[in-house]
């Protein structure tokens, strides 16, 4: 028999620090009991499986957390960052993060903000890109200008703590500069090192999501999925512009501490229903499915549109 444990949230706020007062626990031995709560329960702003006590057939590594709203996603995942940052800075003196683009980046933005701008050790934060558009740092188009322009000029991180691509080399010196970068730094242990590989192990992955299901560079049935050498590669085709990027590749990906993806809104709903769900072996998996980090722990942060095409019962068996 599994066994599940839900939180309710009855603040708008979600939290992993509400005081008891704020919290109503159940604990169910099927997805369907969860029909049998108190009505008032079903109506409250935020579901939140935490985690399974035991049993089988019941992933502890892998948590989903679905909300209401983007504004409560958004400070749930402030909230997720700070707590692994101090955890880091607390265990290793640093807390190496790396970073993708697209929408994530503003729904970061409460880390901008009070309490986080004055709590979190930014000095000791160091920044890099799990995907990069080989592209003028100046470029609309760049993941460095977007994080710059919308997070890291507004805390104080140490500049030479930032990590960008070589902007100014083809694609594929691009990816061997980075890869020699991040190489120096597992030298000095800035970065940790997989006790299981000879990968890095990032305290911090985080992903965005596209509507296809690929993560970083990461695309559907690309080549670059099966890199199972290099630590950062290169694409010159990807199907979406800018065609040129850097991008960590899945071994890479899969030796972090911690890798939370993040997708919200519609669109990533049948990408996100292929990547959580037990799809079979009928149908390939999509980029997104296949991350699984070896030693770490994976952390889905959805709205409740992107989470509208999960199985019933995957939303509380995470």
Partial sequence: MKYYKYIIYKQIRIDSHLPPSSVSCFSVTSPSSFLLLPPLCKHLSGVELVGSMALSGVRKDRELRIHESLDELSTDLADYIAELSEASVKERGVFAIALSGGSLIGLMGKLC????????????????????????????????????????????????????????????????????????????R????????????????????????????????????????????????????????????????NSASNVAIVATGDSKAE????????????????????????????????????????????????
């Fill in 113 to 188: 903000e009070a309490p986080y701008n004055k709590t979190v050790d930014w000095a000791k934060w160091y920044i890099f890109w799990a995907d990069e558009r080989v592209v003028a740092k100046s470029h609309v188009d760049s993941n460095y200008k977007l994080a710059k322009d919308r997070l890291l000029s507004k805390v104080p991180i140490i500049p030479s703590h930032v990590h960008s691509i070589n902007d100014s080399v083809s694609a594929e010196e691009a990816a061997d500069d980075y890869e020699f970068v991040i190489r120096q730094l597992v030298k000095s």
């Fill in 271 to 318: 990408a996100a229903h292929m990547a959580v769900d037990d799809m079979g072996s009928d149908l390939p998996p999509v980029p997104a499915g296949i991350v699984q980090p070896l030693k770490g722990k994976l952390v889905w942060f959805l709205d409740k549109a992107a989470a509208s095409k999960l199985d019933d019962g995957t939303q509380f068996s995470a």
């Fill in 190 to 253: 800035v970065i940790s090192v997989s006790d299981i590989s000879d990968c890095p192990k990032f305290d911090l992955i985080l992903l965005g999501m596209g509507p296809d299901g690929h993560v970083a560079s990461l695309f559907p049935n690309h080549s670059v999925l099966e890199e199972k050498d290099e630590w950062v590669t290169f694409i010159t085709d990807s199907p979406k512009p800018p065609p040129e990027r850097i991008t960590f590749t899945l071994p890479v990906i």
